[in-house]
């Protein structure tokens, strides 16, 4: 019989020794109602109540205990670096106006590799070289939740 879940918890401090965990990319993360199959080839039934954003990291809470960690798994992306911080904030307006996903960090953004927006961004200066690791792109003004999720979950 599988598994089954309807609350998601964010890691912090003490964190829960999970069961199993389940490796998904960042575009099978956003999820309400899903089996998802677990690394030992186990299952567990997803049930909640809204659409959430799982990240890197979340535990899944089980029907009668226990817990199943989120992996995100490693994509194929492209790493921006910038000149400079005015560089990086030109660089992300640019994603940004195409509404491409985009992880922004201090001195670097990470996007899904896609040359034709690696040649405007090489056009632009930015140094883009392809790296594969996981995926955690910020969510949109307009999306509910973001990283944290937004549906009443603990956080402890």
């Known amino acids: 019989m599988p598994y ?6 964010s890691p912090g401090p003490g964190d829960k020794t999970p069961l199993h965990s389940v490796t ?3 575009d099978a ?3 309400r109602r899903k089996l998802l199959h677990l690394e030992n080839d ?14 890197d990291g979340d535990l899944l809470v089980l029907d009668g205990g226990g817990y199943i960690r989120i ?5 194929a992306l492209y790493e921006i670096r910038p000149r400079d ?15 491409l996903p985009a992880q922004i960090e ?10 034709v927006i690696r040649q405007m961004l090489e056009g632009l200066g930015a140094e883009v070289s392809e790296v594969s ?9 307009y999306h509910a939740g973001g990283h944290n999720h937004g549906h009443g979950h603990h956080h402890g």
């Open 24 to 26: 998904l990319a960042h």
């Open 133 to 141: 690791e996981p995926f955690q792109p910020m969510r949109g003004a």
């Open 4 to 9: 089954r879940s309807t609350e998601v918890l």
């Open 42 to 55: 186990d299952v567990v039934m997803l049930d909640l109540r809204e659409p959430v954003m799982l990240a």
């Open 106 to 115: 201090a001195k670097r953004i990470l996007i899904a590799r896609d040359p």
């Open 29 to 31: 993360r956003h999820l």
């Open 71 to 75: 992996v995100a798994a490693p994509e």
């Open 85 to 99: 911080p005015l560089h990086l904030i030109e660089l992300a307006w640019h994603l940004g106006n195409r509404h």
